[in-house]
């Protein structure tokens, strides 16, 4: 199995920029693929990025387009997140999962991070 560990979360102001990082032990993340998902109080759980394996293909949804930015570096085990132009309904728990394929539905994947909350304010 392979384990997820978020970081990268905090407080910011509207306008601001953060990085998360969803680094994986355990086994290679180069034989899966990672999303990232978030959750509001009260919420449903919704994506927000995913990139394949290889990294070739790469979704978003259409409230990140063109702020958010999602890489990985598979030398270094980790998929990264770039999150720009926050906006305060960008405010929630953010996680990450693995998956054998990019999908934009949270119950295609196995398996899950704990999570971590990125609060921005207006």
């Known amino acids: 199995q392979v384990q997820l560990v978020e970081s990268g979360g905090g407080l910011v102001q509207a306008g601001g920029s953060l990085r998360l990082s969803c680094a994986a032990s355990?086994?290679?993340?180069?034989?899966?693929?990672v999303g990232w998902f978030r959750q509001a109080p009260g919420k449903e759980r919704n994506f927000v990025a995913t990139?394949?394996?290889?990294?070739?293909?790469?979704y978003y949804a259409d409230s990140v387009k063109g702020r958010f930015t999602i890489s990985r570096n598979n030398v270094e085990n980790t998929v990264y997140l770039q999150m720009n132009s926050l906006k305060p309904e960008d405010t929630a728990v953010y996680y990450c999962?693995?998956?054998?394929?990019?999908?934009?539905?949270?119950?295609?994947?196995?398996?899950w991070g704990r999570g971590t909350q990125v609060t921005v304010s207006s």
């Open positions: 999962a693995a998956s054998l394929w990019a999908a934009v539905t949270f119950t295609n994947y196995n398996y």
């Open positions: 990139i394949s394996r290889s990294g070739d293909n790469i």
């Open positions: 355990g086994r290679a993340l180069n034989g899966y693929a």
